[in-house]
């Protein structure tokens, strides 16, 4: 085994937007952090590839947190970072089977709601609004769960007296405030939208978490011309200006430790990296099987426990397609979700997302046209079965042709006229990102996992940090951002 001798302040695994956010933050204060990534690029599921002169995002396409209290909004510009983020408006159209309902942000979205359900719902809408409105607030104060005597007096000190209400959603759902008899047009709406922001649904999210969750139009959904991955493209610009370092393709085997603290990591070819300081902005069971290989699987029994008793659930079958220009029209929203029976399960092609690049973004799409990402949520046992028994390319084929069948319900037609069409499943996802079995979109914010009941930033370890969806606040490039702040304060970043 070789030994790196070079000091080091922080090692962080994984540069997706948690880890980048930590080495961006301890970096750009004059910390030497190394970073070491699975893949050639950054961004982990908010990342990128190109094919044939089209650049897709590979899983994350709506972002918000560029608003006046915006979480990124207020990291780049502590970064001294300026990205070029336009407002989108409306968020999204959301296309049930018998109606359309348009997500506008601004002052249209009470009379497009009342349009679409009624004024039955009001009081819901208005109830959830105000909840969201105090989260919102209360989330520009880099808000960390607290794991002793100290953290407990600054998340109280976070608080203000608008946000004590707030203490009265805890054990409740979004469904507690919900119409008693929603029709099934609002129930499916709202549960589509918690889908792919909170990955449950109303009768299990978490009522302050989802409450925010159903209101990223009204606080702001934004368009970077480049996609999603220039959030982690910039946070990795900093980490190298500021002169740490990135190891793409670059592996961690072990999380070393001694007498219960960290002592480094051990990268896959056997290089032992020493550090005090070790941030893991990776799922949760790598973080796990990392100490297990490293001869400490006891090390952390809570995180275990939590880990067992409340798991990742979803993986994701996306759709990547190159369409020509003139194809899709130049007005269209550039977020549509659809679903197709109000009355089946979510996801498997029954609830779909598709993000239309641009139609100006000349470094998105070749020529004028269009990159677009159709994604729907999917079982992972399902394609483990399907691999096992060499059926894959059937199931590729058959959730494709839904997909496709999404698109064509926006704009007949387009799918026969694409130029390029290509498929991942979750296997994808884990070769690509090495996240476990290919599992995205981190823990279902439900009452049991979210917010004060979230796994912290803390591992158990001393030394070892956590960070990404798999913690505290959650999901999103915000609840990824929001968790390496988490770490990057803990090592002293003077952030917030």
């Not at 946000?163 to 929603?182: F, H, K, N």
């Not at 991955?229 to 670059?250: D, F, H, P």
């Not at 004028?368 to 949520?377: K, L, N, P, V, Y």
Request: charged share 20%; aromatic share 6%.
């Amino acid at each position: 085994m070789s030994v790196q001798n070079e000091a080091l302040d922080a090692v962080v695994i994984g540069a997706g937007v948690a880890g980048l956010t930590v080495a961006a933050l301890l970096a750009r204060e004059g910390r030497r952090v190394q970073v070491f990534e699975h893949h050639t690029v950054p961004g982990g599921c908010a990342s990128f590839y190109q094919r044939a002169g089209y650049r897709f995002d590979v899983g994350a396409t709506l972002v918000g947190g560029f608003g006046a209290r915006g979480v990124h909004r207020t990291i780049f510009q502590f970064l001294d970072v300026q990205l070029d983020a336009v407002p989108v408006e409306p968020a999204m159209v959301v296309h049930l089977p018998d109606r359309s309902v348009t997500r506008y942000g601004d002052a249209r979205w009470p009379e497009e709601r009342r349009r679409a359900f009624g004024d039955g719902p009001e009081p819901f809408w208005r109830l959830q609004e105000a909840i969201a409105d105090r989260a919102w607030e209360f989330s520009t104060r880099f808000p960390a769960l607290p794991t002793d005597v100290p953290g407990a007096i600054a998340l109280a000190c976070a608080f203000r007296p608008a946000q004590i209400p707030l203490a009265a959603t805890l054990g409740r759902t979004v469904s507690a405030i919900m119409p008693r008899e929603p029709s099934p047009a609002l129930r499916a709406f709202v549960d589509a939208q918690l889908l792919i922001t909170a990955q449950a649904d109303a009768a299990t999210t978490d009522l302050a978490y989802g409450a925010t969750a159903l209101d990223l139009a009204r606080e702001g959904t934004y368009h970077l011309p480049d996609g999603v991955s220039s959030i982690a493209v910039a946070l990795a610009r900093v980490v190298r200006r500021a002169g740490s370092a990135i190891a793409y393709g670059t592996d961690v085997a072990r999380i070393a430790t001694k007498r219960g603290r960290v002592t480094g990591v051990v990268l896959a070819d056997g290089t032992a990296i020493a550090s005090d300081a070790v941030v893991a902005a990776i799922p949760a069971e790598s973080v796990l099987a990392m100490l297990a290989a490293g001869g400490a699987a006891d090390a952390a029994p809570a995180l275990r426990r939590r880990t067992a008793a409340h798991p990742q659930r979803w993986g994701a079958f996306m759709a990547y397609v190159g369409m020509p220009p003139g194809v899709i029209p130049e007005d269209l929203a550039l977020h549509h979700q659809l679903v197709a029976d109000v009355d089946a399960p979510l996801g498997e092609g029954n609830t779909t997302f598709l993000s239309f690049s641009e139609a100006d973004a000349k470094r998105r799409a070749r020529n004028g046209g269009r990159a677009i990402t159709i994604s729907t949520h999917t079982d992972i046992a399902r394609w483990e079965r399907a691999h096992a028994n060499g059926t894959t390319a059937r199931e590729r084929a058959r959730m494709g042709a839904l997909l496709l069948a999404a698109l064509d319900r926006v704009v007949p037609g387009a799918s026969q006229r694409a130029e390029l069409v290509e498929l991942a499943d979750p296997h994808t996802f884990a070769r690509y990102t090495a996240r476990p079995r290919g599992l995205v979109g981190g823990t279902p914010q439900t009452t049991a996992t979210a917010n004060l009941r979230a796994l912290s930033h803390t591992s158990g370890v001393a030394g070892l940090l956590l960070a990404g969806d798999t913690v505290f606040p959650g999901q999103s490039t915000v609840g990824a951002s929001l968790s390496g702040v988490a770490a990057a304060r803990a090592l002293g970043s003077r952030i917030g």
